[in-house]
């Protein structure tokens, strides 16, 4: 059975749909299969290993998400207080309405305060500059940083919708990590080491890459009109924060090691994380009526035009969580109704099917997100995995 995770992974990378993939399978004791195919970097020798480095991109919500929620555990943070209360900069955001008829922008008050909840479930009103028209505009209007300039003035940037009355995804969790540097007097990522990631085991993943990491990253590759891929060099400026919504890079084996302590309610190899009840509350669906709405970039580089927006399950209705997709239904692939999900830009993915007891990673990095190629490996190798492991 194993022959066809393998055979997902080996197609896509000889057919040129990737570049490069590795993928791993899980229950809750143990590995069941990883498997690494491709390379690196296309034109190069070095093959895809699980050791990889790749970009999480908004992969690293959930890591964050984690980190928070140890903190509300301890009542140094609480979910549905007002974030403005720990963060004061949070008071002066105001909504973008829209523009006047001399092209300036219409700023409001929100007609809500900002929680911790709605920062974690995207229903703060934060939108990211490449999914909204209006803030690409205002953007350019104003010199407004965009996240990938690695600006901390990215955050100020204003809502698009008041507060709790849509679902937008958006910069809300880089808020969430501002809130955790406030009320531990650490930066994002000295918490991480000590209290998530050294404690799990995932010395690989971190917002920086030392030597050995950075000679195991893995090339970022773009989808040309012709369909091919090519190797795209990336300029990354110097961060001046650490961005809990998209800057962690990582391994699908450190990667691995999160998802099983969230399937195992919290521990893993007798190190408790989280209480199960705040796994399971990361898990619930809160954002109530409100559903996950496709979304399409206004960069087409950046995502895939003919997909079918940021929903990552198509005609599947979904919820979310604290930093996780919720699906209402099964999928065609074998995930159980009510598992969790995400993935990053450059085509990374991930899911935890708490019911049938099986959590599963795929790693590549390539552009744009939602690429044909790249989500139909992930889509094969996700079925292979409940066709091997998946319990009825």
């Known amino acids: 059975m194993n022959e066809a995770l393998d055979r997902a992974l080996d197609e896509a990378t000889r057919s040129g749909r990737v570049a490069g993939v590795a993928a791993a399978v899980a229950d809750?004791?143990?590995?069941?299969?990883?498997?690494?195919?491709?390379?690196?970097?296309?034109?190069?020798?070095?093959?895809?290993?699980m050791d990889s480095v790749f970009w999480l991109a908004s992969m690293t919500k959930p890591v964050t998400a984690v980190a928070v929620m140890q903190l509300v555990e301890q009542g140094r943070l609480r979910l549905d207080a007002p974030a403005a209360e720990v963060v004061p900069a949070l008071a002066r955001t105001q909504v973008l309405e829209g523009f006047g008829a001399d092209g300036q922008p219409i700023l409001r008050p929100p007609r809500r305060a900002i929680t911790l909840r709605m920062l974690l479930s995207h229903t703060s009103g934060f939108s990211y500059v490449f999914l909204n028209a209006n803030l690409q505009r205002f953007k350019q209007l104003t010199g407004q940083p965009d996240v990938v300039s690695g600006r901390k003035a990215m955050l100020e940037a204003p809502l698009v919708v008041d507060p709790g009355t849509r679902w937008?995804?958006?910069?809300?969790?880089?808020?969430?990590?501002?809130?955790?540097?406030?009320?531990?007097?650490?930066?994002?990522?000295?918490?991480?080491?000590?209290?998530?990631?050294?404690?799990?085991?995932?010395a690989?993943?971190?917002?920086?890459?030392?030597?050995?990491?950075?000679a195991r990253l893995a090339g970022i590759h773009v989808r040309l009109p012709d369909g091919t891929l090519?190797?795209?060099?990336?300029?990354?400026?110097?961060?001046?924060?650490?961005?809990?919504?998209g800057d962690?890079?990582?391994?699908?084996?450190?990667?691995?090691?999160?998802?099983?302590?969230?399937?195992?309610g919290g521990t893993l190899d007798g190190v408790r994380?989280?209480?199960?009840?705040?796994?399971?509350?990361?898990g619930r669906n809160q954002i109530g009526e409100l559903?996950?709405?496709?979304?399409?970039?206004?960069?087409?580089?950046?995502?895939?035009?003919?997909?079918?927006?940021l929903g990552l399950l198509p005609g599947t209705p979904s919820k979310y969580g604290?930093?996780?997709?919720?699906?209402?239904?099964?999928t065609p692939q074998g995930r159980s109704a009510g598992s969790l999900a995400w993935a990053g830009l450059t085509n990374t993915y991930f899911w935890i099917d708490p019911t049938r007891r099986l959590t599963g990673v795929l790693m590549t990095q390539t552009l744009p997100f939602l690429d044909a190629g790249a989500v139909g490996c992930f889509e094969n190798f996700e079925a292979a995995a409940y066709q091997a492991f998946g319990r009825a």
């Open 28 to 49: 809750d004791h143990r590995t069941l299969h990883e498997r690494a195919a491709g390379v690196r970097q296309l034109g190069k020798p070095a093959p895809m290993t």
């Open 248 to 264: 962690l890079f990582s391994t699908p084996r450190d990667y691995l090691r999160l998802l099983r302590m969230l399937l195992g």
């Open 291 to 309: 559903m996950v709405l496709p979304t399409r970039s206004v960069i087409p580089p950046l995502w895939n035009a003919e997909a079918r927006g």
């Open 168 to 202: 937008e995804y958006g910069i809300g969790v880089d808020w969430a990590g501002q809130m955790l540097e406030a009320v531990t007097g650490a930066t994002l990522g000295e918490y991480l080491e000590e209290h998530v990631l050294g404690p799990l085991g995932m």
């Open 230 to 245: 090519a190797f795209h060099p990336v300029e990354r400026p110097q961060p001046e924060f650490q961005g809990g919504g």
């Open 273 to 282: 994380i989280l209480k199960q009840e705040t796994v399971h509350e990361m």
């Open 322 to 330: 604290l930093a996780f997709q919720i699906n209402v239904e099964p």
């Open 204 to 214: 690989d993943t971190g917002f920086s890459l030392r030597p050995d990491m950075q």
